[in-house]
């Protein structure tokens, strides 16, 4: 009892010497949260992402208000369409680098809001998965196991936020992998180079089950993941401190069906292509991707075709894009660029329903703008055209719109 009443005095003259140094009418200034407080392991994070908002006006019907990847064959005039979508907003929370051994280990998860599940109402978007993923890095050294971008097709297109002109002639998606890279640094220089090997998961992102009667998606049936490859360099003299950089890479892999079309049950996936940025000056960028495959439609090539189910052949498919960027002022930006996608017309159907699309090609021209803040702006006009293979195998319909995309964003 004499311990207790002695511990009760020293607590209570602390408090009163603690009170007296804080002026009258003041509450003791807030400690400063430690990351235990707020990870169970203890480790330090951090959140980014944006709020966003796009407004889409179509002056044709393409096959979504939001996602467009295409233009329907008009068969009247004045089709258009308009959407308000704050799907792209985005949250993520990222694990700072910390040392285990030799060793940096760091993690990322990334979400957004730009999923589109049957059923829900525009006002209830569900959230997907962008980016999920666990990355150990050792000198020249470094392993990925999770959700990731593509290692193909790196760069992006400025326009089309929703899609980023997939299946109008840029590849490339996000999926699950088992990513390994090596190469001269983490953010390479001139005259460095970097190359990254990924077993992914096939049928990720198309999900196609092509005989759905027999019960599992073609990328599963093949019971095999698919590789991806990247080799980039940056070999040239930086322009006013830019650096270019050229990569080669390629995808090898194969789906399978459990029913025989034309006596085929399995079909070989491929693609092989080229990214370049080159500084042409002190404002001005260019960005490019060339390509060529067949069996493309997990990649978002062929404009979303993977085989004819007709003949049993893979539909290959060649495109890419180009753009130039200028930079006007450190705040203001300006991009015109063109996209192709062109699958081989010979490998294509004129009898199946929606099998038969020949040519898909874009050209834009836009603008960003940033503010102070955290705050951007945007204004894209996209020219759009889509052909559709006749009965005869000649052209038959097509479409042609104008998309303007106005969008409002705040990066935080």
């Not at 998860?109 to 999923?115: M, S």
């Not at 196991?145 to 929703?162: F, H, K, R, T, Y």
């Amino acid at each position: 009892m004499h311990k207790l009443t002695l511990t009760l005095l020293a607590a209570a003259t602390s408090a009163a010497a603690l009170s007296a140094q804080q002026p009258a009418g003041t509450a003791p200034e807030p400690q400063p949260v430690q990351w235990k407080e707020l990870t169970r392991k203890g480790l330090p994070i951090k959140f980014y992402g944006f709020f966003r908002f796009d407004v889409h006006y179509n002056s044709a019907r393409m096959d979504s208000a939001v996602i467009a990847t295409r233009v329907l064959p008009e068969t009247k005039r004045n089709d258009d369409q308009l959407s308000f979508d704050p799907r792209l907003t985005r949250f993520g929370v990222e694990l700072t680098p910390v040392k285990t051994g030799e060793s940096t280990v760091t993690g990322k998860l990334e979400i957004d809001f730009a999923n589109f599940p049957t059923g829900p109402a525009e006002s209830r978007a569900t959230p997907r998965i962008r980016l999920a993923y666990l990355d150990v890095a050792e000198g020249q050294y470094g392993l990925r196991v999770g959700q990731d971008w593509d290692l193909i097709s790196p760069l992006m297109p400025a326009v089309n936020g929703e899609m980023l002109m997939w299946n109008a002639g840029n590849l490339g998606d996000r999926r699950a992998q088992i990513q390994g890279r090596y190469g001269s640094a983490p953010k390479f220089d001139k005259g460095e180079w970097e190359l990254k090997v990924a077993l992914g998961h096939t049928g990720a992102v198309n999900n196609e089950d092509l005989d759905s009667t027999a019960g599992e998606r073609d990328g599963f049936d093949s019971g095999v993941p698919h590789l991806q490859f990247r080799l980039a360099t940056k070999p040239f003299e930086p322009v006013e401190k830019k650096v270019a950089e050229i990569g080669v890479w390629g995808l090898f892999g194969r789906t399978e069906t459990d029913t025989a079309f034309n006596g085929e049950k399995r079909f070989d996936t491929w693609v092989g292509g080229v990214d370049i940025v080159v500084p042409v000056a002190a404002s001005l960028t260019l960005r490019s991707e060339l390509w060529t495959g067949e069996n493309l439609g997990d990649v978002r090539g062929g404009i979303g075709q993977t085989i004819n189910t007709a003949t049993g052949e893979e539909i290959a498919s060649s495109g890419g894009w180009a753009e130039l960027v200028y930079a006007y002022t450190q705040k203001t930006r300006f991009h015109l660029g063109a996209t192709l996608d062109d699958p081989k017309n010979d490998d294509l159907s004129t009898t199946l329903a929606n099998a038969n699309r020949r040519r898909n090609q874009s050209a834009y021209v836009g603008s960003v703008v940033d503010w102070d803040s955290g705050v951007r702006t945007g204004l894209d006009l996209t020219y759009w055209q889509t052909e559709y293979a006749g009965a005869d195998g000649t052209n038959g319909n097509s479409g042609n719109a104008v998309r303007v995309d106005l969008w409002f964003q705040f990066d935080f």
